[in-house]
């Protein structure tokens, strides 16, 4: 049985006149289960495999590997289906013209699965905008699912589709099923394929070498089967004439949910989180309120997680009005940490844009603040990658010189790691 903890991590005296609450609100789950046993409903899993002409020989070979790893972490008792992908989507298994486009796993299903991905061939151009679609329809499919996630690999770019056309497509999948992506090679684009993992609730990364894919498979998909919990959703209450702000996630990825609100009521906004196995999350939560006088107290937010219809966990925000200096200008350690590491990605992406359209200037300066950032902030994986793409004349003042050879898999593993997070040291 999933047991769910909250924390919260905030200064709650705020000045004469302040009307700004920030907070950090740590979600912890232990007990989860593994995905589709857990009496929350059952479990679909999609393996999105690029196979067009960019693939060639040796990648393809590589991804056929990958997701056949993939296919074995897969829990028997599980739905799943596996879509091969090029300037078109089509079904590679199960071998489905109509009705549910999806079989439970067990010994045969998995070796039948296994073949036909043996059968895979490089051909065409890359629609990853089809993919999607043809995967939401293989879910839709499948009405008794609680819990949908896919894995996707791509090695190009989004060459036979327009962006408009890319676009459309995330926005009809978008809370359909969550996807983790994964690019190999340095031919495709970050930005690109961020776009869908972030309207997916799902991850990005770089797999440099072929060789790589199939460890990195068969570790997604088990931890795909480790969440136990479907789905759960976070909600912020806050007192009438309120603000909230934003609602960001921020461990372990930095994740801006403040546009994705669905109103629950007037004065409730529920933002998706996606399913949950044993982990901790942390979430930044800010709150515009009205001044009161000094002396005064109030209740700021709310935040609670809720799986189906019962709150499962809830943190509460306050705030109490003071004329002690010395209560007021604390800045909290948690808010501080996780105000810099969402700033460090934004000054990575920056950067890299800038980057790669000649703008030295703007990517010295902003890569120069990445630096100072990933220092303060104790986020040594950050400035190991930066080391790989600036070299860094003076730490504290953010003092860099872009480096005039840079391996692209380098920039695109910063680039990829931009949003990853370290926690607070104790």
Same mark, same amino acid.
């Given at each position: 049985?999933?047991?769910?903890?909250?924390?919260?991590? =905030?200064?709650?005296?705020?000045?004469?006149?302040?009307?700004?609450?920030?907070?950090?609100?740590?979600?912890?789950?232990?007990?989860?289960?593994?995905?589709?046993?857990?009496?929350?409903?059952?479990?679909?899993?999609?393996?999105?495999?690029? %196979?067009?002409?960019?693939?060639?020989?040796?990648?393809?070979?590589?991804?056929?590997?990958?997701?056949?790893?993939?296919?074995?972490?897969?829990?028997?008792? %599980?739905?799943?289906?596996?879509?091969?992908?090029?300037?078109?989507?089509?079904?590679? #298994?199960?071998?489905?013209?109509?009705?549910?486009?999806?079989? !439970?796993?067990? +010994?045969?299903?998995? #070796?039948?699965? =296994?073949?036909?991905?043996?059968?895979? =061939?490089?051909?065409?151009?890359?629609?990853?905008?089809?993919? *999607?679609? *043809?995967?939401? $329809?293989?879910?839709?499919?499948?009405?008794?699912? %609680?819990? $949908?996630?896919?894995?996707?690999?791509?090695?190009?770019?989004?060459?036979?589709?327009?962006?408009?056309?890319?676009?459309?497509?995330?926005?009809?999948?978008?809370?359909?099923? =969550?996807?983790?992506?994964?690019?190999?090679?340095?031919?495709?684009?970050?930005?690109?394929?961020?776009?869908?993992?972030?309207?997916?609730?799902? %991850?990005?990364?770089?797999?440099? @070498?072929?060789? @790589?894919?199939?460890?990195?498979?068969?570790?997604?998909?088990?931890?795909?089967?480790?969440?136990?919990?479907?789905?759960?959703?976070?909600?912020?209450?806050?007192?009438?004439?309120?603000?909230?702000?934003?609602?960001? @996630?921020?461990?372990?990825?930095?994740?801006?949910?403040?546009?994705?609100?669905?109103?629950?009521?007037?004065?409730?906004?529920?933002?998706?989180?996606?399913?949950?196995?044993?982990?901790?999350?942390?979430?930044?939560?800010?709150? &515009?309120?009205?001044?009161?006088?000094?002396?005064?107290?109030?209740?700021?937010? &709310?935040?609670?997680?809720?799986?189906?219809?019962?709150?499962?966990?809830?943190?509460?925000?306050?705030?109490?009005?003071?004329?002690?200096?010395? *209560?007021?200008?604390?800045?909290? +350690?948690?808010?501080?940490?996780?105000?810099?590491?969402?700033?460090?990605?934004?000054?990575? @992406?920056?950067?890299?844009?800038?980057?790669?359209?000649?703008?030295?200037?703007?990517?010295?300066?902003? *890569?120069?603040?990445?630096?100072?950032?990933?220092?303060?902030?104790?986020?040594?994986?950050?400035?190991?990658?930066?080391?790989?793409?600036?070299?860094?004349?003076?730490?504290?003042?953010?003092?860099?010189?872009?480096?005039?050879?840079?391996?692209?898999?380098?920039?695109?593993?910063?680039?990829?790691?931009?949003?990853?997070?370290?926690?607070? !040291?104790?």
């Amino acid at each position: 049985m999933a047991e769910f903890s909250a924390e919260v991590y =905030q200064n709650e005296f705020l000045p004469d006149g302040g009307t700004d609450v920030n907070a950090i609100v740590t979600m912890s789950c232990t007990g989860a289960g593994e995905a589709g046993r857990s009496g929350g409903g059952e479990a679909g899993e999609i393996i999105i495999v690029d %196979t067009s002409g960019s693939m060639g020989r040796t990648k393809l070979e590589a991804a056929k590997i990958a997701a056949a790893a993939a296919v074995d972490q897969i829990l028997d008792g %599980t739905w799943f289906a596996v879509v091969a992908g090029s300037h078109q989507a089509y079904l590679a #298994f199960p071998a489905a013209r109509a009705g549910a486009g999806m079989v !439970k796993m067990d +010994p045969s299903t998995r #070796f039948a699965a =296994q073949q036909a991905i043996a059968r895979f =061939q490089a051909d065409g151009g890359t629609a990853m905008g089809t993919w *999607l679609v *043809l995967a939401a $329809r293989l879910f839709d499919s499948m009405p008794m699912l %609680t819990q $949908r996630h896919a894995i996707l690999l791509t090695d190009g770019e989004n060459h036979n589709e327009t962006p408009e056309g890319l676009d459309r497509a995330i926005a009809h999948v978008t809370g359909k099923f =969550q996807c983790d992506c994964r690019g190999v090679g340095v031919d495709w684009q970050v930005a690109e394929v961020r776009r869908i993992a972030q309207a997916l609730l799902g %991850t990005v990364d770089i797999i440099p @070498q072929p060789e @790589q894919m199939a460890q990195v498979f068969a570790e997604l998909m088990q931890q795909a089967m480790g969440r136990g919990v479907a789905d759960a959703q976070l909600r912020v209450w806050s007192p009438q004439g309120a603000q909230v702000m934003f609602v960001r @996630q921020v461990s372990p990825t930095v994740e801006d949910l403040t546009n994705r609100r669905s109103e629950v009521n007037p004065l409730t906004g529920g933002y998706p989180t996606g399913s949950w196995g044993d982990e901790s999350r942390d979430y930044h939560v800010g709150v &515009r309120l009205g001044a009161k006088a000094i002396g005064q107290e109030q209740l700021a937010a &709310r935040v609670q997680l809720v799986v189906g219809d019962a709150v499962v966990a809830q943190g509460l925000v306050k705030a109490k009005w003071s004329n002690d200096d010395t *209560l007021t200008t604390r800045i909290n +350690p948690e808010v501080a940490h996780y105000t810099g590491q969402t700033e460090l990605a934004e000054a990575i @992406q920056e950067g890299l844009a800038a980057k790669a359209v000649g703008d030295d200037a703007t990517a010295t300066t902003k *890569l120069g603040r990445a630096v100072q950032l990933a220092a303060a902030t104790g986020n040594e994986e950050a400035t190991t990658r930066l080391r790989k793409v600036v070299d860094i004349q003076d730490v504290e003042n953010g003092t860099v010189r872009l480096k005039r050879a840079v391996d692209r898999a380098d920039e695109m593993a910063l680039d990829t790691a931009s949003t990853k997070t370290t926690r607070i !040291k104790g």
